[in-house]
T-cell receptor, first 116, second 112 residues
């Protein structure tokens, strides 16, 4: 089974703090993604990566950055946390589309971040 | 700009009956469509998918229908069970290997 592990299930941080959310997958997937889930807004894509040291902005990248130094690890960074970044953060990985693969995403359990 | 829309935020169904969840999309470049199920405090899990070359895909109690001309897809669950109570997200991607775009979700409650 594919395993996507997020380092922290619950975090509480103060405004202005730097926050690191770590994600590791064990299936040698090329693609990795960070989404946030908010009530009434569904899942919105923050950043994604199709390869090591590669990153692309998603739909809501403002206030976030990412790092992918190794294939299995994709980190989300909040340089200066703000209250509107209180959310559930979901990491996912997938194989590329093509070759009969639909690019199904495998998600971690999520990290609930509260910024006070 | 919401490219994938789920206009019903919630749905309540009696156990044993059919649940129908709907999803509309606006981007004609989307080629793959997926449904995910999410329980509270857990990550979404893949349920079923369909390629744009098909109009129906079935897996046990779950069937997804795709109407390309209407840019509409639906998920049918028959018979519905209390364990199906969750939030359901539809998602779409282009065949080029692009990212998934998700809808806003529909909360399904199956009453015993």
């Amino acid at each position: 089974d594919v395993k996507v592990t997020q380092s922290s299930r619950y975090l509480v941080k103060r405004t202005g703090e730097k926050v690191f959310l770590e994600c590791v997958q064990d299936m040698d997937h090329e693609n990795m993604f960070w989404y946030r889930q908010d009530p009434g807004l569904g899942l919105r894509l923050i950043y994604f990566s199709y390869d090591v040291k590669m990153k692309e902005k998603g739909d809501i990248p403002e206030g976030y950055s990412v790092s992918r130094e190794k294939k299995e690890r994709f980190s989300l960074i909040l340089e200066s946390a703000s209250t509107n970044q209180t959310s559930m953060y979901l990491c996912a990985s997938s194989l590329p589309l093509g070759g009969g693969n639909t690019g199904e995403l495998f998600f971690g359990e999520g990290s609930r971040l509260t910024v006070l | 700009d919401q490219q994938v829309k789920q206009n019903s935020p919630s749905l309540s169904v009696q156990e044993g009956r059919i649940s129908i969840l709907n999803c509309d999309y606006t981007n004609s470049m989307f080629d793959y469509f997926l449904w995910y199920k999410k329980y509270p405090a857990e990550g979404p899990t893949f349920l079923i998918s369909i390629s744009s070359i098909k109009d129906k895909n079935e897996d046990g109690r779950f069937t997804v229908f795709l109407n390309k001309s209407a840019k509409h897809l639906s998920l049918h669950i028959v018979p519905s069970q209390p364990g199906d109570s969750a939030v359901y997200f539809c998602a779409a991607s282009r065949s080029s290997g692009d990212k998934l775009t998700f809808g806003t979700g529909t909360r399904l409650a199956v009453r015993p």
